[in-house]
């Protein structure tokens, strides 16, 4: 099934989540070995590579927001609390969040230490700040700080997927896995 439906998500929902995992992923690692790099050439080629996976990953997280706005979203399994709910909804809602905010704090870094972001060097994303040594320190950090925490609220995430499989015992981790139901 492509769409959602209100007891599963389809197959572009879980797509979109399963690779965004795995291209977050990988910009984190290539973000890491990209800070440890010595200055020069290779440097500045390994950043064009990550900042163009970082305006893929933003047009990805856009679209599956899209998709997320004007799509049904599966139902809370029965008996769970509007505490929990609420919880549950704050939570997908911040990963958004947090999701969204990687890309733009590292665009935003990028342009303000005076280079472009682009894809592949073969589109410039559209400059929305000079350059600003003192502001791209700031972007520096936030995409720094944001990383981390986006990786807490993964590991979050990933917990309460498995407290609802091993301990509720409901369908929750199901939902976004590819087996289809017999």
Do not use: C
Request: proline share 4%.
């Amino acid at each position: 099934m492509l769409k959602n439906s209100e007891s599963q998500y389809g197959i572009i929902a879980k797509g979109f989540h399963w690779l965004l995992f795995l291209m977050l992923s990988f910009s984190v690692i290539a973000g890491n070995f990209l800070a440890s790099m010595p200055k020069g050439v290779e440097k500045l080629q390994a950043a064009g590579m990550h900042k163009s996976f970082g305006l893929i990953i933003l047009t990805l997280i856009l679209t599956r927001l899209a998709w997320r706005l004007f799509n049904t979203t599966p139902k809370h399994p029965d008996g769970t609390t509007p505490a929990k709910a609420a919880l549950a909804n704050a939570i997908h809602w911040g990963l958004y969040a947090l999701m969204l905010a990687q890309p733009i704090a590292g665009i935003l870094m990028s342009q303000a230490f005076g280079y472009p972001a682009s894809l592949f060097d073969i589109v410039d994303f559209p400059t929305l700040i000079e350059k600003n040594i003192e502001l791209a320190k700031l972007f520096k950090a936030a995409h720094g700080t944001i990383w981390t925490v986006l990786l807490i609220a993964v590991v979050g995430h990933v917990g309460a997927a498995l407290y609802h499989h091993f301990i509720e015992k409901n369908d929750v981790l199901n939902r976004m896995g590819f087996k289809t139901k017999e």
